[in-house]
């Protein structure tokens, strides 16, 4: 247990659907992040939230939306998704947003896109 | 060319083998994460280093900042370190991750 935690664990969704991730941290810290694991790549960073304004989107589709309400909660809206967003979904904080800082992970949601 | 390249991708061992995962990078970074990924997703961070050498437990991870390396060493493996094992590095406020090592540990 890291003190992330995301729901659901496993999701199955059509192109035409809209769904959303959420994480929870209960770790106190003001950072979150959310990453994507597609099979055989390195984590690829999507975006990044400190004290919940966002401070960096790496050109994510706008198919992927994030939302940060408080510094404990981060969801990721999909609509209209490709088969090749299907991938695993992690979500990560950090105490502050820094270079030397130490990212918790929850175990992730594992998305199928049909 | 990855900024992150580590080796070997896939490894198995028997179990009580000495395993060695090596970490290469190619920026200025000011620290290296070793991470470990378990069937079905979960991440957790077992060092972060930004010199010399840390040990928990099996596991002892090295880093070399002239020669731009990390090792991560496992001594007596165990077929419960079976995992995916991920080298990061901080670099200029970025998270640059490497491919990761498949580790299988035979009984």
């Known amino acids: 247990e890291t003190g992330v935690t995301q729901t659901p664990r496993h999701l199955v969704m059509g192109m035409t659907n809209k769904k959303s991730l959420k994480c929870e941290q209960h770790?106190?810290?003001?950072?979150m992040y959310w990453y994507k694991q597609s099979a055989k790549k390195p984590l690829e960073l999507m975006f990044v939230y400190s004290l919940e304004e966002r401070v960096e989107n790496n050109s994510v589709p706008s198919r992927f939306s994030p939302e940060c309400p408080n510094s404990s909660h981060l969801f990721l809206h999909l609509h209209t998704l490709q088969p090749e967003d299907s991938a695993l979904y992690l979500c990560a904080s950090s105490q502050e947003l820094g270079s030397a800082e130490t990212q918790y992970f929850g175990p992730g949601t594992r998305l199928l896109v049909l | 060319k990855n900024e992150v390249e580590q080796s070997p991708q896939n490894l198995t061992a028997q179990e009580g083998e000495f395993i060695t995962i090596n970490c290469s990078y190619s920026?200025?970074?000011?620290?290296l994460h070793w991470l470990q990924q378990h069937p079905g997703g979960g991440i957790v961070s077992l060092f972060m280093?930004?010199?010399?050498?840390k040990k928990h437990g099996r596991l002892i991870a090295t880093i070399n900042i002239q020669e731009k390396h990390s090792s991560l060493h496992i001594t007596a493996s165990h077929p419960r370190d079976s995992a995916v094992y991920i080298c990061?590095?901080?670099?200029?406020?970025?998270?640059?991750w490497g491919a990761g090592t498949k580790l299988i540990i035979k009984p």
């Open positions: 990061a590095v901080r670099s200029n406020y970025q998270l640059i």
């Open positions: 920026v200025g970074i000011s620290a």
């Open positions: 280093l930004s010199s010399g050498k």
């Open positions: 770790l106190g810290h003001n950072a």
